[in-house]
């Protein structure tokens, strides 16, 4: 590994010493590395740094990016480089961390450990959106779809079709279609399945539905679900990876798989059943 792109969590000042330090490390390991423009001056501000910047539209080549935050900092390095194929290593600032190798103290370890070859990449499914009424500016997601209600507390009509089936009208505050990788996320807190990360599937989870036999569904990840929402209000939110696109009432919106995957560096020791019990507690003793 030659060169990394760097993007990070611009609300953890706290950790700014700690991060200059890891990137002055690894360049002293002999590695070029560009940041994110933003990210370069919440870091140095107008002082000198020595490192390369880079606009988020125009990421460069590089071998590996490397995320210093939370989710929500690997979710959305995840939406920037992974057309490109490039891996994708997170160093966790937040606090769960649930998408990242190992926690930013730990750094330097892991990162030893990825320039050795101790490390293994996951190829995980992402989500591609469209809308017939709009355009959406980024509509790719890691984790997961929501179509939610806006401005009403009038619930929402989901007119779905499976593989141009029709499967059902969905009523209630809203509907998440989560990839395997976002089923800890939105769509575990509303009750549907844990999915491990790298199976080939997606998950349909009805929110607050109006019905009781509207269960969480799991299909296949090459299904296309088509929802046409109606509800009393002009427009309803489409939250992917919680950033929100207002769309029209009325609106098709296709969801389906998309053409590339995000692919995940996980380091020697991280695994499905250890990452269940280290973030979700699994493992807690509560006799």
Not at 235 to 245: A, F, L
């Amino acid at each position: 590994m030659k060169k990394l792109v760097v993007f990070g969590n611009r609300y953890q000042q706290d950790d700014t010493a700690s991060v200059t330090s890891l990137l002055d490390h690894l360049r002293r390991c002999g590695l070029e590395i560009a940041v994110e423009c933003n990210y370069l001056d919440f870091l140095f501000g107008s002082k000198p740094s020595g490192f390369d910047s880079f606009d988020p539209n125009h990421v460069p080549d590089a071998d590996m990016a490397l995320s210093l935050g939370g989710d929500g900092t690997f979710l959305t390095t995840a939406m920037w480089v992974s057309p490109q194929g490039m891996p994708i290593l997170g160093l966790n600032l937040g606090h769960l961390g649930y998408l990242t190798a190992g926690s930013l103290t730990e750094g330097g370890q892991v990162l030893e450990d990825v320039l050795a070859g101790r490390c293994r990449i996951e190829e995980r499914t992402m989500l591609q959106v469209h809308c017939d009424a709009i355009e959406i500016p980024h509509p790719w997601a890691l984790n997961e779809v929501a179509i939610l209600r806006h401005d009403t507390s009038s619930m929402l009509d989901m007119e779905t079709r499976l593989r141009s089936h029709e499967l059902t009208t969905y009523r209630g505050d809203g509907l998440i279609v989560s990839t395997p990788t976002g089923s800890t996320a939105y769509n575990m807190s509303v009750g549907g399945p844990i999915l491990e990360p790298t199976t080939s599937c997606m998950v349909l989870s009805p929110i607050s539905p109006h019905s009781l036999t509207m269960r969480p569904l799991v299909v296949r990840d090459d299904s296309e679900i088509a929802v046409r929402t109606h509800s009393r209000a002009a427009q309803y939110e489409v939250s992917i990876d919680g950033e929100v696109t207002l769309c029209p009432t009325g609106s098709l919106l296709t969801i389906g798989r998309a053409p590339y995957c995000a692919r995940v560096v996980q380091c020697q020791g991280n695994n499905f059943a250890s990452t269940l019990r280290q973030k979700l507690l699994w493992g807690t003793d509560r006799r």
